[in-house]
Antibody, heavy 121, light 106 residues
Framework: EVQLVESGGGLVQPGRSLKLSCAASGFTYSNYVMAWVRQAPTKGLEWVASISIGGGNTYYRDSVKGRFTISRDNAKNTLYLQIDSLRTEDTATYYC??????????????WGQGVMVTVSS | EIVLTQSPTTIAASPGEKVTITCRASSSVSYMYWYQQKPGASPKPWIYDTSKLASGVPNRFSGSGSGTSYSLTINTMETEDAATYYCQQWSSTPLTFGSGTKLESK
């Protein structure tokens, strides 16, 4: 069974840092382009960052560049998102999601259950 | 950045009714992708490469379109289809999503 399990969320003050993790199982993780997608309360989906299968290439939306760092450990089948200088507008459920690199299908086959990040003083 | 505009924002349909959701891109894209999301749940992959149904998606669903105009159609609405549907493109970076269409069952 495919599983993506996020952890590390919580209530954080503005300006502080947080590191999210996503543990993958049930599929060949190292073949998957991974990403973080967030959803603010009652809002739509917003892509945040992606990372290539080897981890050498990373991509970010403009509003998080310089504050968010995506990384992966293929030996541990785990995806990470380091979030620094948190802002109230970063409040959202953060989903990790994966796309099979070997299939030329450019959407996310697998999604985690999401982890909530609340930024508030 | 390619902006995806979905319409309508909300729609209510009776069981058996035909439903069409539209997604318009600000620039031409090669393919459109769709997800279904129900309250409190993660998005589910629903349609890929514009018109191919993801595993387990009922065949009353279909997708079509090209260029800047795409659509998701439900041939005969069922109550279980009530959800929010999002379109997504990855023809250019950044990957973008539409703002969603909430489908309610009457």
């Amino acid at each position: 069974e495919v599983q993506l399990v996020e952890s590390g969320g919580g209530l954080v003050q503005p300006g502080r840092s947080l590191k999210l993790s996503c543990a993958a199982s049930g599929f060949t993780y190292s073949n998957y382009v991974m990403a973080w997608v967030r959803q603010a309360p009652t809002k739509g989906l917003e892509w945040v960052a992606s990372i290539s299968i080897g981890g050498g290439n990373t991509y970010y939306r403009d509003s998080v560049k310089g504050r968010f760092t995506i990384s992966r450990d293929n030996a541990k089948n785990t995806l990470y998102l380091q979030i620094d200088s948190l802002r109230t507008e970063d409040t959202a459920t953060y989903y990790c999601a994966g796309r099979d690199y070997n299939k030329y299908i450019y959407y996310f086959d697998y999604w985690g259950q999401g982890v909530m990040v609340t930024v508030s003083s | 950045e390619i902006v995806l505009t979905q319409s309508p924002t909300t729609i209510a349909a009776s069981p058996g009714e035909k439903v069409t959701i539209t997604c318009r891109a600000s620039s031409s894209v090669s393919y459109m992708y769709w997800y279904q999301q129900k309250p409190g749940a993660s998005p589910k992959p629903w349609i890929y490469d514009t018109s191919k149904l993801a595993s387990g998606v009922p065949n009353r669903f279909s997708g079509s379109g090209s260029g800047t105009s795409y659509s998701l159609t439900i041939n005969t609405m069922e109550t279980e289809d009530a959800a929010t549907y999002y379109c997504q493109q990855w023809s250019s970076t950044p990957l973008t999503f539409g703002s969603g269409t909430k489908l309610e069952s009457k």
